[in-house]
């Protein structure tokens, strides 16, 4: 099992910055390439970046590229997106996840999940 839980999220008007933070405890972090994705109300839980075990590869949805970059610390067991330049549009619940699968980017490859933190931009 790994526990993830995320924090950071919080109201920011549009064009500002947020740093999400996700930290995982159990098994051995490093095993585990890494995903965030969110999901607004009334919509489906869309992917928006991934990075792999040794973070040396990583990926963004197109909405998110340029403005999202998302890191890992293995030594500390934390996954972190740093948002910028943010719209209204990316308002939504934040979700980091786990999994082995290499270069996964659909909800049904993670394997585990936190509890999500709300991001909300205001115009």
């Known amino acids: 099992q790994v526990q993830l839980v995320e924090s950071g999220g919080g109201l920011v008007q549009a064009g500002g910055s947020l740093r999400l933070s996700c930290a995982a405890s159990?098994?051995?972090?490093?095993?585990?390439?890494m995903g965030w994705f969110r999901q607004a109300p009334g919509k489906e839980r869309e992917f928006i970046a991934r990075i792999s075990w040794s973070a040396t590869r990583s990926n963004y949805a197109d909405s998110v590229k340029g403005r999202f970059t998302m890191s890992r610390d293995n030594a500390k067991n934390t996954a972190t997106l740093q948002m910028n330049s943010l719209k209204p549009e990316d308002t939504a619940v934040y979700y980091c996840?786990?999994?082995?699968?290499?270069?996964?980017?659909?909800?049904?490859?993670?394997?585990?999940w936190g509890q999500g933190t709300q991001v909300t931009v205001s115009s």
């Open positions: 159990g098994r051995t972090f490093s095993n585990y390439h």
């Open positions: 996840a786990a999994t082995k699968v290499a270069a996964a980017e659909r909800v049904n490859q993670y394997d585990y």
